[in-house]
């Protein structure tokens, strides 16, 4: 009867230490306190798209500045084909940064939000075109791109919208 008390008594600080042990390793190694590989991914996803926005918005506005500078040119002038040629070379460095957020968006399809992730593969493949027709790379309907002729689409590219309408919520991102 004595060892079995002694025995019982040695379990005693055993087992406290084992429990206190394993409520120290939850908190530093288990699920709290630390956020999912997912959700971190997504928070790494939504800091690059909100920089190459900053920097696409920028460009964007002096675009859309160059636009309208090019409404204004009479039909008839000799400088529509330079004013296109800077307009389109505007363009390109936006959609740049464009393609750089979609293309992480699509290697990142778990950060998206279900009913916009069939958008993503279709986004990629119309931006990169559009921006190889642009460099002349490129042709649509058998036609390149020839800056020369004068003519840009005044309402190509008219409005600026955030990609981070595709992103899941922050607290969705961790069940991918």
């Known amino acids: 009867m ?3 008390r002694i025995v019982l008594w040695a379990l005693v600080p055993i087992t406290a230490l084992l429990s206190v042990s394993s409520i120290w390793a939850t908190f530093h190694y288990g699920p709290f306190g630390k956020p999912s590989q997912s959700a971190i991914r997504c928070a790494e996803v939504r800091e690059l798209i909100l920089d190459e926005e900053v920097a696409g918005k920028a460009q964007w506005n002096v675009y859309r500045q160059q636009v309208e500078e090019f409404k204004k040119l009479p039909a008839n002038s000799p400088d529509r084909g330079v004013a296109v040629s800077q307009i389109s070379l505007s363009v390109i460095d936006v959609l740049g940064h464009d393609l750089t957020i979609y293309q992480a968006l699509q290697e990142n399809i778990g950060c998206v939000k279900m ?16 921006i190889n027709y642009l460099n002349g790379s490129e042709q649509i309907n058998g036609v390149f791109f020839n800056p020369d002729l004068g003519s840009w689409n005044v309402d190509f590219y ?3 919208a955030s990609a981070l309408e595709f992103l899941k919520n922050t607290a969705d991102a961790s069940s991918v």
């Open 2 to 4: 004595k060892i079995g």
């Open 115 to 130: 009913d916009r992730r069939e958008d993503v593969p279709g986004l990629v493949s119309e931006t990169a075109s559009t």
């Open 158 to 160: 008219s409005q600026y």
